[in-house]
């Protein structure tokens, strides 16, 4: 898992993240990673609007989110 948050933070990705807190509870999230350290890591979290800190150990699954530009004719 430390592998994909590596590349998810060095292409600038904003992914969705599902997640178990330490009550159990699991969440669905869409964030930015800042930094990575050996157990956790730093994002935004659009959900809270907030940094974060999140164990990479609790990370269930990780989706890119693709954005398409719309135009107007």
């Known amino acids: 898992m430390k592998g994909h948050l590596l590349k998810v933070m060095q292409r600038n990705q ?4 599902m997640y178990i807190a330490k009550s159990g509870k699991v969440s669905k999230r869409r ?8 157990d956790s890591f730093s994002a935004y979290c659009f959900l809270k609007h907030a940094k974060r800190t999140f164990k ?7 989706a890119p989110v693709i954005s398409k530009v719309r135009e107007v004719i």
């Open 14 to 17: 904003v992914v969705e993240m």
């Open 31 to 38: 964030v930015k990673i800042l930094k990575i350290t050996e």
């Open 56 to 62: 990479i150990d609790n990370v269930l699954a990780l």
